[in-house]
C-alpha cells in the first residue's frame, strides 16, 4: 500500500491555519497534506474519517512530574512513567518532557540522567524527554552540562527559588545560568521566595493556622512577583541569559515578564490550567477537602485568572504546559491526608505536598474554555512548546516529509456531547482531580503518535501500547531569538559589568 494511514474529511489546524485537508501518513511521517475528501479512496493500510473534526498536532507536555520524590522527602509523586504516559494519551498528547531529578547529596547530574532513563524505558505509551532538575550546582555537576546538551539530547533544566530539599542560593543560581548559557541550554525557574515563605509558615503556624487554605496565605503573590523580578535580574547579570519562569500564577510577575520582554531581554513564561481554571477558594473547603487543590504558587483569584487569559492571548506566555505532579489524596505513606492526626484534624498545610494531576485533562479545558482562536491552542499546547524545547519541525506542527505523524482529533464543540469530568474516567494513577464534576464539550476522538493510532476514544481506548514511545534527543531550543540575543550580547564579561 502506497499509505500507512489516511485521514480524511478532517480540518487541519496548525498555529498559523485552519483548512479542510486530508492527511496521509508513511513510516510514521506524514508524507501529503491534500484537499478534503480528495485522498478518501486511496490505497492505505487504513483510513480514518475524520467526519469534520479538528486534525492538530499533538499536543506536548514539556513539564510533568513522574516517579519523583517528593518535595518533602517522603515518598514520591503518583504516576510512574507508564501510567503517567498513559494519562497523557487519553489526554491528546504525543510526547511529554519530564524530569529527571538530582538530588542534593548527589554531584553528578549525568547519573540522574541515567537513572531516570531506566524508570522511563520501555514504559512509555507516549514519545518522551527529559530536563535535568538541578538542585546541587557543584563543579562537577556543571562540568557535565556540556554532555547533556552535545550527547544526550537534554537541553534545558529546571532550578528551584523554593523548598528546602530544592532551592538554590543566588550565587548558585548565576553558576546554573552561566554555565547553561555556555551550553545553549534553557534554563526553567521555578520563582517563589523559598525563605519567606518558610517564614510565613512558621508565623501561621504560631497563629495556630494550619488548615489547607492557608498554603494560599504563606505564599502570597508578592513571593512569586519578586522572586520573578530577582530571576530576570539574574539573567540580565549574565549577559542576558534566556529564562524561562515556569507556572506563572500571579499578574504582577506576568507584567514584570512583559516589560522585559518589551525591552527585548530573552525571558520566556509559562501557564498551567490550574491557574486559568482553579481560584484559592477551591483550597477553602470544609475539612480537609481543599489540599485536593494545592499547588505552587496556589490559584490565585477570579481576576488574576483573567489577566492569565490574557497573557496567554497576547503573547506573554509562550507555553501552556499541565505541571503534572500528583500525589494522592488518599494514600498511608505519600498521600495527601498524611498530615491529618487527632491533633490536627484538618491537618497542617506545611506538610501537604505540592501538586496537581493535570496531564489528561490540560487539553480538553483549554478547548471547551472556547476563549483563544484554534490557532493560538495549537500554538501554545504543542508548536511553541516544540520550538521551545528543541523538538521542531519533527514535533509540534504537520509538515509533509518532515514532521513526525504526530496527531489528536477533536470534534467540534457538543459534536461528541458534554462530559462530565470524573476520576474514574481518568488514565492516571491518582485518586482524585481537582476537576472532579465539571464539564467539558471536547475530548480527543483518536491521539496519534508517528502513525499508529494509540488512543481511540469510542473503540478501546488505549489501543497503543506500553514501550511504543521513544525517547527523543532534543536540539537546542529553535525559539525566534533566542540564541540570537546571546550572539548580540557577546559573552559574559566581567569587565562589562
Ligand atoms: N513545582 C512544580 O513545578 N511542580 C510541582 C511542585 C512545584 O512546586
Ligand atoms: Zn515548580
Ligand atoms: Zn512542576
Ligand atoms: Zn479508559
Request: glycine share 8%; net charge negative; with cysteine.
Amino acid at each position: 500500500e502506497p499509505y500507512d494511514l489516511i485521514i480524511t474529511n478532517g480540518v487541519c489546524v496548525t498555529a498559523s491555519d485552519v483548512a479542510a485537508l486530508d492527511v496521509a501518513i508513511k513510516d510514521e511521517k506524514v508524507v501529503l497534506l491534500a484537499p478534503s475528501g480528495s485522498l478518501g479512496s486511496a490505497k492505505s493500510k487504513r483510513t480514518i474519517d475524520a467526519e469534520g473534526g479538528y486534525v492538530m498536532p499533538g499536543g506536548i507536555d514539556c513539564h510533568v512530574h513522574l516517579q519523583e520524590p517528593s518535595m518533602f522527602g517522603k515518598g514520591s509523586s503518583a504516576d510512574s512513567y507508564e501510567s503517567g504516559t498513559r494519562s497523557a494519551i487519553a489526554g491528546g498528547n504525543t510526547t511529554i518532557v519530564a524530569f529527571a531529578p538530582q538530588q542534593k547529596n548527589l554531584d553528578s547530574v549525568l547519573q540522574a540522567l541515567e537513572t531516570t532513563h531506566q524508570l522511563a524505558k520501555d514504559n512509555c505509551y507516549c514519545d518522551y524527554g527529559f530536563h535535568l532538575l538541578v538542585s546541587n550546582p557543584c563543579a562537577k555537576a556543571l562540568s557535565e552540562f556540556k554532555q547533556l546538551a552535545s550527547h544526550e539530547g537534554v537541553t534545558s533544566l529546571k532550578i528551584y527559588m523554593t523548598y528546602t530539599a530544592l532551592q538554590l542560593r543566588d550565587d548558585e543560581i548565576l553558576s546554573v545560568l552561566l554555565t547553561a548559557r555556555q551550553n545553549r541550554i534553557l534554563t526553567m525557574i521555578h520563582a517563589e521566595n523559598g525563605d519567606v515563605l518558610n517564614w510565613l509558615t512558621d508565623q501561621l503556624e504560631a497563629a495556630k493556622l494550619f488548615a489547607p487554605k492557608y498554603h494560599s496565605n504563606s505564599r502570597p503573590p508578592v513571593l512569586e512577583s519578586e522572586a520573578t523580578n530577582r530571576a530576570i535580574a539574574l539573567s540580565s547579570l549574565i549577559a542576558n541569559t534566556p529564562i524561562l519562569l515556569v507556572h506563572v500564577s500571579d499578574p504582577e510577575a506576568a507584567l514584570r515578564i512583559r516589560q522585559a520582554q518589551t525591552a527585548g531581554q530573552p525571558i520566556f513564561a509559562e501557564t498551567c490550567p490550574q491557574y486559568l481554571f482553579l481560584t484559592r477558594d477551591d483550597l477553602d473547603k470544609p475539612g480537609f477537602e481543599g489540599a485536593k487543590c494545592v499547588c505552587s504558587p496556589p490559584p490565585r483569584n477570579k481576576e488574576d485568572q483573567l489577566a492569565i487569559w490574557r497573557g496567554l492571548k497576547n503573547g506573554t506566555f509562550t507555553v501552556l504546559s499541565s505541571d503534572h505532579c500528583p500525589f494522592r489524596f488518599d494514600d498511608a505513606e505519600t498521600g495527601k491526608k498524611t498530615c491529618i492526626t487527632d491533633e490536627h484534624p484538618v491537618g497542617k498545610f506545611r506538610y501537604i505536598p505540592n501538586g496537581l494531576p493535570g496531564i489528561e485533562t490540560r487539553l480538553p479545558l483549554a478547548l471547551s474554555a472556547n476563549k483563544m482562536a484554534l490557532t493560538k491552542f495549537v500554538e501554545v499546547t504543542s508548536t511553541n512548546v516544540a520550538k521551545l524545547y528543541g523538538l521542531y519541525p519533527q514535533k509540534g506542527s504537520i509538515i509533509p516529509g518532515v514532521s513526525d505523524a504526530d496527531l489528536v482529533v477533536f470534534y467540534p464543540e457538543g459534536r461528541l456531547g458534554k462530559t462530565t469530568l470524573t476520576n474514574s474516567m481518568l488514565h492516571h494513577d491518582c485518586d482524585y482531580t481537582p476537576y472532579e464534576g465539571r464539564t467539558v464539550d471536547n475530548w480527543p476522538r483518536y491521539t496519534i503518535l508517528r502513525g499508529n493510532v494509540i488512543w481511540d476514544r469510542d473503540n478501546g481506548g488505549i489501543v497503543g501500547a506500553k514501550g511504543y514511545g521513544k525517547f527523543v534527543k532534543r536540539g537546542k531550543s529553535s525559539l525566534a531569538g533566542i540564541w540570537e540575543t546571546v550572539e548580540e550580547e557577546g559573552t559574559f564579561d566581567l569587565e562589562a559589568l
